[in-house]
């Protein structure tokens, strides 16, 4: 039971070689790049989608900032279209791997706060000691400051593997329960089937918003230190 409950969160292999990163790049098949005059529904959808939400998170951002907009409107279709991908029967999320999410929320953190140092040294140090700290407290503080900021890609990268994974394992034990019921009560079978099909509603819609949260938030680091 415990092999078959998390089956789907191996890394999938062909001829024993890992196939990941085939994976990782499927989802840039989803997104094509418009060669036309007039662009279709689907390719002008999708750039309207990405204009507002690109327009959402640049409003608060510097000049300075706002030079990120390419690398966080990629970063949220890539990480959206591959958890919607990894709803399809028999498919394999990477998001799931918390090896991977570190791999995005590492560098993306380390070089929002290199910025911070780099071009904001005094503000970025300030934020080790909120104004008006007693004497006493300011090592504490500086301490507990200090380990808060090397949390951060932690809290990203768990918050993004937990959400996903736990959507996946609860579809595939009800999946499973409903499945079992089918010969035993039809009719509790069919509430649960119907329970699955809300909860897959569901998903999708946390899918869609984990990809943006995820985003928010390195736009949010971005935005204190630049």
Wanted: hydrophobic share 55%.
């Amino acid at each position: 039971m415990n092999e078959n409950l998390f089956s789907s969160f191996t890394t999938p292999t062909m001829m024993g070689l890992p196939i990941v990163i085939l994976i990782i790049m499927f989802p840039t098949l989803l997104f094509p790049t418009p060669t036309r005059l007039i662009n279709n529904r689907l390719v002008s959808a999708q750039q309207w989608l990405a204009q507002l939400i690109l327009k959402q998170m640049m409003m608060m951002h510097s000049p300075k900032g706002r030079t990120w907009s390419l690398m966080l409107i990629s970063l949220i279709m890539f990480i959206s279209s591959t958890n919607l991908l990894g709803l399809l029967p028999h498919s394999f999320t990477p998001t799931t791997q918390l090896s991977m999410n570190l791999g995005m929320a590492i560098p993306l953190w380390a070089g929002a706060v290199i910025t911070g140092f780099r071009y904001k040294t005094k503000a970025s140090l300030a934020h080790f000691l909120p104004q008006g700290t007693p004497v006493p407290l300011i090592p504490m503080l500086v301490i507990i400051e200090t380990i808060s900021l090397f949390i951060q890609p932690m809290a990203l990268a768990v918050r993004l593997t937990a959400n996903i994974t736990a959507g996946h394992l609860l579809m595939h034990l009800i999946g499973g329960a409903a499945l079992a019921l089918t010969s035993i009560s039809p009719t509790t079978a069919l509430i649960t089937f119907i329970i699955l099909i809300l909860l897959t509603i569901l998903e999708f819609a946390v899918a869609l918003i984990q990809a943006y949260v995820f985003t928010l938030l390195v736009s949010l680091y971005l935005h204190d230190n630049t």
